[in-house]
């Protein structure tokens, strides 16, 4: 039974150009979480969504910044425009419910802005 | 807000028993406390959650204060893999800084 898959592992980007992370959930896992982490600091919750549908993007910066849960396929975290704030690692998690069920992640995204 | 305060990091020997403790003094009664780790270059892992009893899994074993108040992680023989940043959080997915374990051959 796979993993959460995030790919690519590594991505760079320059600034104002665009930059997709994808993340498939574990088998059976309908609940999808995304995370920025800076280097040395803790985990920041950005959004959360569930098959079509986002339930809290309350860590979701206002602009530039986007994420889907489609019915078939990854989900995405789209980011337009990146400057070299967006430098970070992004971890995306899963679950087969929603609250108090434990968290699935990935090996994340480490995205560089150039 | 993460909601739950832990010391930002511990030192332990390898081979000895190590207690990591956790503040979440506003829980609610239908909150579990969930504990994760993350190695370096790596994402978190699940280590282990419970609600009101102590819980024991092959990775470690979870007290909980009868208040639910607080909660210890219990890494019963520290090896020098179990270094990593320990995070409780309390009934959802916001994780606060957590606690940076050292181990000490």
């Known amino acids: 039974n796979a993993g959460v898959m995030q790919n690519p592992r590594h991505l760079v980007r320059r600034r104002g150009q665009e930059a997709r992370l994808r993340c498939s959930p574990m088998?059976?896992?309908?609940?999808v979480y995304w995370y920025r982490q800076l280097p040395e600091e803790g985990l920041k919750f950005m959004v959360y969504l569930q098959k079509e549908n986002i339930i809290d993007e309350s860590g979701m910066p206002k602009e530039r910044f986007s994420a889907e849960f489609p019915k078939e396929g990854p989900s995405i975290l789209r980011i337009q425009q990146v400057v070299r704030g967006d430098s970070a690692a992004y971890f995306c998690a899963s679950s087969p419910l929603s609250a108090n069920s434990p968290l699935h992640f990935g090996n994340g995204t480490r995205l560089t802005v150039t | 807000d993460a909601k739950t305060t832990q010391p930002n990091s511990m030192e332990s020997n390898e081979e000895e028993p190590v207690h990591l403790p956790c503040n979440h003094s506003t829980i609610s009664g239908t909150d579990y406390i969930h504990w994760y780790r993350q190695l370096p270059s790596q994402g978190p892992e699940y280590v282990i959650h419970?609600?009101?009893s102590n819980v024991n899994n092959r990775m470690a074993s979870l007290a909980i204060a009868e208040d639910r108040k607080s909660s210890t992680l219990i890494l019963h023989r520290a090896t020098l893999r179990d270094a990593a940043v320990y995070y409780c959080i309390r009934g959802g997915i916001i994780f606060g800084k957590g606690t940076r374990l050292h181990i000490l051959p």
């Open positions: 419970g609600l009101t």
């Open positions: 088998k059976g896992h309908s609940h």
